[in-house]
């Protein structure tokens, strides 16, 4: 039987890695990624060889990514591996996730050109859009830069929830209503911190042996007070 956290003893807590979803069924449409799944579903009667998904950390873009990657066949390149792109299918689908920084330009250039040839496609996440990346081949640049774009935006309160919730039980932490509501008063706007803050109450919980409660969401977003109910 695996020994929950609650039977662990000892001073030092044992990490457990958590397995997050990444279906489909576990992707959350809101406003602010509409745009981004509309455009996953349309492949691949996309008009350009090419596809450009960015948006702050933690907003999904992998998530995105793997999904579509799922559904097209695609193969997730490295950066470094476009040096090999003379050695790759072009008539199948590619995920460089991320693509920013561009390490190899003239590679990705001949991939992005063999794939408009041969009727290819390829995903490229960033974090901010074509015109903010540092390139300096011209080539690559226009063909990127006249390539769709799709933005992920920011969340809102009900999309924040709803992540909360998914990342609480991708650990099988069960989290009260009032200290989620609390959270989303008090924290930082963007995906990445909503992420980070349940890591941080998850470590919290098992170091001092206690639910997640107000307090110990105080601690987490470093606002201090007691962390006794």
């Keep these: 039987m695996t020994p929950s956290k609650a039977s662990l003893t000892g001073q030092i807590p044992l990490a457990f890695e958590h397995v997050a979803a990444a279906g489909i069924e576990d992707f959350m ?22 596809l450009i998904l960015y948006g702050p ?14 559904r097209s066949q695609g193969l997730v390149l490295r950066a470094e591996q476009l040096d090999q792109v003379l050695d790759l299918d072009a008539n199948r ?16 250039l001949q991939l992005y050109n ?25 080539d690559l640049r226009s063909r990127l830069t006249a390539a769709p774009s799709v933005a992920i935006g920011r969340p809102d309160d ?52 206690r639910p997640i409660t107000i307090p110990l969401a105080r601690l987490a977003l470093g606002i201090g007070g007691d962390d006794k109910d």
């Design 93 to 108: 689908c590619y995920l460089l996730d991320p693509a920013v920084p561009v390490v190899d330009e003239i590679g990705l």
């Design 29 to 50: 449409p809101a406003p602010c990624n509409q745009d981004a799944l509309s455009w996953i579903a349309q492949w691949p009667k996309w008009p350009a060889p090419a």
């Design 114 to 138: 063999r794939l408009r040839e041969d009727g290819g496609h390829l995903l490229l996440t960033a974090t901010c859009p074509v015109p903010q990346w540092s390139i300096d081949l011209p």
């Design 158 to 209: 009900h999309l924040l929830a709803a992540l909360f919730l998914k990342l609480f039980d991708d650990r099988q932490l069960a989290v009260p209503e009032p200290v989620i509501r609390y959270l989303l008063t008090h924290m930082e706007r963007s995906f990445s911190a909503a992420r980070d803050l349940v890591e941080e109450l998850d470590r919290l919980s098992l170091v001092r042996k």
């Design 57 to 70: 950390e933690g907003a999904g873009k992998s998530h995105l990514a793997s999904i579509w990657a799922a």
